[in-house]
Every structure is written in C-alpha cells, then in structure tokens.
C-alpha cells in the first residue's frame, strides 16, 4: 500500500466510524472502501479530511456525493435527495435512511476534527479550535454529539395530536 492509500483510510475510518464519532447504520466498512477505491476522487477526499481545521465547499461537496453513493445512489450528489428517493420508493418503519444534509455537516465536521487530531497525534502540542464549533456541544464540562440544529419534527407536528392506528 502506498501512503496517499494508507493516508486515505485514516480519514475513510474516522468517516465510516470509529470510537469517538458515530457510523452509517448498516453500511459497515467494506463497502465504503470499495467505493473509496473505485473513484480517486473519494481517495484524494478521505486524504485531505482532517488535513486543515477549516472544511472547504469541496471536501463537503464530495464527502456528500460519497454518502449519495454509499446509499446506493452514485448519480445523486445531494443527500436530502436521496432521503426523498429512498421514502418515496420503499418507505418502511426499518429502512435506514442516511441523515440529512444539516446532520451530514455536523458528522464531517466531527470527523475532519477528529482526523486532525489523528494526524497531528505525534506532534508535542496540538493547538486544536474548541469542540463546540466542530458538532460537538459542551455541556457541565461534558462534550456531547450535536446530532442536528434542527428540530426533530415541524412546530406543526408538536402541537398537533396524532394518533396511530397500526
């Protein structure tokens, strides 16, 4: 394996899921490293996450795309797509639905960190920006997964009373 391969993974692993940031639901790491290895750009991609603090419209573009791909559409590059394909054509309690766009963000955001981290892990000082601007919040001295921005349902659903007759 030569090293934009093995530097590639770094970003790939922590991108896929690892101990400190959370995983695509049932798309483990097999497929996301086929995926990877089919397109140099994914490559060249999973290379530069966590190379700088600061996330570039590119890297978030292609990481997108990426996930487009790994829900088993690789023509679609928007993720809030891909959700609406995925329900209207086979809407079921147990699909895995990929997260939307907003969600999305904060998961590259937690990995690019995350990555910069595992890549300056030699270095005597690491002079890392504060958590909570990376999709994390902090909490009593506690740092927690900021998993959305918004909220979980329209205003309208929270005030109206629904009732299921499964």
Excluded at 18 to 37: E, N
Aim: charged fraction near 20%; glycine fraction near 4%.
């Amino acid at each position: 394996m030569g090293n934009d391969f093995c530097s590639a993974l770094l970003g790939l692993h922590i991108f896929t899921g690892c101990d400190t940031r959370s995983a695509f639901k049932g798309k483990g790491k097999i497929k996301p490293l086929k995926i990877m290895q089919s397109n140099l750009i994914y490559s060249k991609v999973f290379q530069d996450l966590g190379s700088s603090w600061e996330l570039t419209n590119s890297l978030i573009n292609n990481l997108e795309a990426f996930v487009c791909e790994l829900y088993g559409y690789p023509s679609t590059d928007q993720i809030n797509d891909v959700r609406y394909k995925i329900f209207k054509l086979k809407f079921k309690i147990d699909v895995t639905f990929p997260p939307n766009f907003e969600s999305l963000l904060l998961q590259i955001k937690r990995s690019n960190y995350q990555a910069n981290i595992h890549r300056r892990c030699l270095k005597n000082y690491i002079d890392a920006p504060i958590t909570s601007a990376s999709g994390w919040v902090i909490c009593d001295k506690n740092i927690s997964v900021q998993w959305s921005t918004m909220p979980i349902a329209p205003d309208f659903f929270a005030k109206t009373h629904l009732l299921c007759m499964c």
